[in-house]
């Protein structure tokens, strides 16, 4: 068995895969008989030499393929997203960020499973999010200052801080989801959050 190393560009960069040479099948599958026609399986060990299977030479021309994309796949830049906040007027209590890509959830995420939930206490200024899928995402900040877990108001004016992504700010209610969405891409972003108080 024979193996020949194959350029592939993979997002706009060079690099390389192994590709195996079908001159000698995959795995054995494609070997040729002695009246010289394909056989239908054959047993091989694979690269890291555990036991012989049985394939066939389908399975193993979609499997090589196919060994790109799984290359792609496992390869697949992630992102971060570091959030700066501004005019946090004390360091009582703690800051609740909710971070979002969908609608329907914004701002609160209240019923989304896949929102990000976090807390640190008021005094940090800057918080790192890892782990990310690139996309579009929506950023909401509440100054929970007695530490009751929600915004807390009078007269339905909030009585402490809040804040959001996007450099729009309704004079009545939280923004929409589209007046805060802002694009996370594969690598580290940053993203400035000022809080505003009414009262």
């Known amino acids: 068995m024979r193996w020949t190393r194959t350029p592939a560009g ?7 895969i192994l590709r195996q ?7 054995g599958a494609a070997r040729k008989a002695k009246n010289g026609s394909l056989s239908s399986g054959a047993n091989c060990r694979d690269i890291l030499g555990r036991p012989p299977v049985r394939v066939t030479s389908a399975v193993c021309k979609f499997g090589l393929a196919s060994l ?4 792609l796949a496992s390869h697949s830049p992630g992102a971060e997203l570091n959030v700066n906040i501004d005019r946090v007027r004390n360091d009582r209590g703690l800051l609740r960020l909710c971070l979002t890509q969908k609608p329907r959830h914004f701002p609160t995420c209240s019923g989304d499973p896949d929102a990000i939930r976090i807390s640190v206490p008021a005094s940090q200024a800057s918080v790192q999010i890892h782990g990310l899928s690139p996309g579009s995402y929506a950023l909401a900040i509440i100054h929970d200052e007695n530490r009751n877990g929600r915004l807390d108001s009078i007269l339905s004016v909030p009585k402490e801080g809040f804040g959001f992504s996007g450099e729009h700010m309704p004079v009545f209610g939280p923004p929409s989801f589209d007046q805060a969405v802002f694009l996370v891409e594969p690598g580290l972003a ?5 809080m505003r108080y009414l009262l």
């Open 10 to 16: 993979i997002a706009g960069a060079r690099t390389t």
């Open 68 to 71: 790109p994309l799984a290359l």
């Open 190 to 194: 940053t993203r400035l959050v000022r």
């Open 21 to 27: 040479d079908l001159s000698l099948g995959c795995c």
